[in-house]
């Protein structure tokens, strides 16, 4: 058992186990007689390490499975998502966000994959009625440094969800409600963040080291009545320079609309040296960005050296330390269809940074 169980984890999602008659899964033993079988399937389900499918009748299911609610919990999420359970009550528009949920969120938060995959899953468990009435969507915590995406990720869902990135956040223990006293917690999703232990995950631990260090902290800090209640406590990792180079990019398109702007490599390599400081992850990009590109292309645009329509390219001045901007502007503008736009190039060195600005 535990030989199958370490080869589907190896694989890395591509073998999938189908146990037929689970609900022998719980009194199932090793032949060792350590530990039964469910007990050792939850640590790499838990983990999200494999994918498994399970055959039982729903009578059975009650009788064994639910009884082990740690079993149940993580059963419910792969049944879910791997049986095609026909998700009949939903209109089509809803189906299609449901299943692209995870793809949505990343549109805005990079990285980040395990937190991404749980609350969408969890989300989707609800929508075809697999979670328990009555209770919510889903419970997690957040944790890690700060400027990581813990509050992103909630914005997003909440904007996928209810069409608003405002929903009640509770967040860092402080429950926000603009609206009264009264709240029902059912068909909600509660998302607490803390950066508690934060301080492991960039002190160079491994990842495992890190990763205990800070639980430990979390059981001693937080009280089991809470943590045992929650659906998950997802930890997000730092952000690697390459996710950072691709938030910045989010960034830009969120900003820059009127103008077609690109972003050449080693300009992200200026803007991250001039703006990321470890201690803040990606929180002063974005203040970073506005402050150095944007007002140079707002007054671009204001003085005429740009327009609607023109094409702005950024990249690394001569020392690595500026940015450089190259306009090419679109000579006919007034052409509703031009056959071949003609862009008049005009080099501008403008260096940006902490420096000469
Ligand atoms: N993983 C990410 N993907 C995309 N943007 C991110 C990510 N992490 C951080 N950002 C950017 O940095 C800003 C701050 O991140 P966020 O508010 O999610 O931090 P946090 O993890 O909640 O930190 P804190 O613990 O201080 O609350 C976001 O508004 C976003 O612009
Ligand atoms: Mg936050």
């Known amino acids: 058992m535990r030989k199958v169980i370490s080869h589907a984890e190896a694989s890395k999602g591509k073998i999938i186990l189908f146990i037929d008659e689970m609900h022998t899964l719980p009194r199932a033993g090793d032949s060792d007689g350590v530990a039964d079988a469910a007990s050792m399937l939850k640590p790499a389900l838990a983990r999200g390490r494999i994918r498994c499918v399970g055959a039982t009748t729903f009578d059975e299911y009650r009788k064994h499975i639910e009884k082990d609610t740690a079993l149940e919990r993580r059963f419910q999420k792969v049944v879910s998502r791997w049986t095609g359970i026909p998700i009949t009550e939903l209109d089509r528009d809803e189906k299609v966000k449901l299943v692209h949920l995870a793809d949505r969120l990343h549109e805005r938060v990079v990285g980040q994959n395990e937190a991404v995959d749980l609350v969408a899953e969890a989300v989707l468990c609800s929508r075809v009625g697999l979670a328990r009435g009555g209770e919510p969507v889903g419970s997690f915590l957040f944790l890690g440094s700060t400027g990581v995406g813990k509050t992103e990720l909630a914005k997003a869902l909440a904007e996928q969800l209810f069409g608003s990135e405002k929903m009640l956040l509770l967040d860092d223990g402080v429950l926000t409600d603009g609206q009264g006293w009264n709240v029902d917690f059912k068909n909600t999703i509660i998302i607490m963040t803390s950066n508690l232990g934060a301080n492991h995950l960039t002190a160079g631990n491994t990842l495992?080291?890190?990763?205990d260090l800070l639980m430990k902290q979390v059981r001693k800090y937080f009280k089991p009545e809470l943590l045992n209640r929650l659906s998950e406590?997802?930890?997000f990792e730092p952000l690697s320079h390459h996710q950072?180079?691709?938030?910045?990019?989010?960034?830009?398109?969120?900003i820059i609309v009127?103008?077609?702007?690109?972003l050449k490599d080693a300009a992200l390599d200026v803007i991250l040296s001039e703006s990321y400081n470890p201690m803040y992850g990606a929180r002063p990009i974005k203040r970073w960005v506005e402050k150095n590109i944007i007002t140079i292309i707002c007054k671009m645009l204001v003085n005429g050296e740009?327009?609607?329509?023109s094409m702005i390219t950024i990249d690394a001045a001569m020392d690595k330390k500026g940015l450089k901007f190259q306009v090419a502007k679109n000579l006919r503008p007034e052409n509703p269809e031009p056959m071949v736009s003609s862009r008049r190039?005009?080099?501008k060195d403008i260096h940006v940074g902490t420096k000469t600005w």
């Open 208 to 211: 495992k080291v890190a990763h």
């Open 233 to 235: 406590i997802v930890i």
């Open 244 to 254: 950072l180079k691709e938030i910045v990019n989010i960034q830009m398109k969120e």
């Open 258 to 262: 009127r103008v077609d702007v690109i």
């Open 306 to 309: 740009a327009d609607e329509g």
């Open 345 to 347: 190039e005009k080099v």
